[in-house]
């Protein structure tokens, strides 16, 4: 049924009509929305609906693979969290590169409800099955946003994206060998010493540690972050060199709301790399900083207006112009002056 036949009909303004009309508002929404958002970012070469196709493929495959990873290592999640145990009773010597017991009493681990072992194991699980697929997500991010990218920004975005890869895996291992073990050990002691047994719940040590190791891996991130936003021209050495005291604050605000405990020693053991990584972070900023172009019109009037000054012709510097272009100084006025 049309549109001029309904309106015909003796019953033409009823339900019909309101459905043809809510089409035809649909329609020009969709060709508005077609028009004005999604034709302007499509390629000539490759549609906006086939690059979601193609995202919803690599996503599948991600979830996939991250799956299959899972499967593995959930059965070795029983020794994943003995793993995760390890800083609670041991320092690390990086001299021998060996673990050594500390002298604190053995801590046993209890669960508060029901399926809370259950549920801490398939959350280890999870997450170090994403940690060990990170290497084929970055293959399926890159393959999916390399033919958007010049031959140039490809030389830049395939190490930036391997060095992301890198400190977060650093900051992971740096957390585990150094940072867990003097926090645990100080927490530990001091309830011991003020006359506590200690008793840890799994989900709450667990919490504990994947929170330490998933956030000094983002603190590693800091130097790349900045590197990046100086490639990109939003900052420089200068601008950042001017903020380190608002830095160093920042950095102290944002340990006090990460750390999961609220004394002021893990506080600080967050704080002071992130600030130092900021410190490496305006050295890279000054090395990488993007170079903005001189103009070249700006460099000209100077040098004459100087030469102008001094009585004497512009600098051989100067760039060549036309007759046309070049003002001399009017004779009249220096045959006045003598």
Not at 121 to 126: M, Q, T
Not at 272 to 296: D, R, T
Not at 309 to 331: C, F, R, W
Request: charged letters at 15%.
């Amino acid at each position: 049924m049309t549109l001029a036949t309904i309106a015909r009909s003796p019953g033409g303004r009823g339900q019909p009509w309101d459905n043809a009309r809510m089409a035809f508002g649909l329609n020009a929404v969709n060709q508005w929305l077609q028009d004005t958002i999604f034709k302007p970012l499509e390629d000539k070469k490759m549609p906006v609906m086939e690059h979601l196709v193609e995202l919803q493929v690599r996503l599948t495959r991600v979830a996939i693979i991250t799956a299959v990873v899972f499967v593995g290592t959930f059965f070795y999640a029983d020794l994943l969290v003995k793993w995760l145990r390890i800083p609670l009773q041991n320092m690390f010597m990086p001299g021998s590169l060996s673990w050594v017991p500390t002298d604190l009493p053995t801590v046993p681990f209890v669960f508060l409800a029901p399926a809370e072992a259950l549920w801490q194991n398939v959350k280890v699980a999870g997450l170090f099955a994403v940690a060990a697929a990170t290497p084929y997500i970055l293959w399926e991010v890159w393959h999916f946003v390399v033919p958007g990218l010049h031959a140039q920004e490809r030389r830049f975005v395939a190490p930036f994206v391997l060095l992301t890869a890198l400190a977060f895996y650093a900051g992971v291992g740096f957390s585990f060998f150094f940072v867990l073990p003097f926090a645990l050990n100080f927490l530990i002691s001091y309830g011991v010493t003020a006359g506590f047994v200690p008793q840890i719940s799994i989900a709450q040590y667990v919490g504990f540690a994947l929170w330490f190791l998933l956030i000094f891996g983002l603190i590693f991130e800091v130097p790349l972050a900045i590197t990046l936003m100086a490639k990109l021209g939003w900052v420089d050495a200068p601008f950042l060199k001017r903020y380190r005291k608002w830095a160093l604050l920042g950095s102290f605000i944002f340990a006090a709301i990460l750390t999961p405990t609220p004394d002021p020693f893990n506080q600080c053991l967050m704080a002071l790399p992130m600030y130092i990584f900021y410190e490496i972070g305006i050295f890279s900023a000054g090395f990488f900083n993007k170079k903005k172009p001189v103009s070249e019109g700006s460099a000209v009037p100077a040098v004459a207006t100087a030469a102008a000054g001094n009585g004497g012709a512009p600098s051989m510097g100067l760039p060549d112009v036309g007759e046309g272009d070049y003002v001399g100084v009017p004779t009249d006025r220096r045959k006045g002056r003598k």
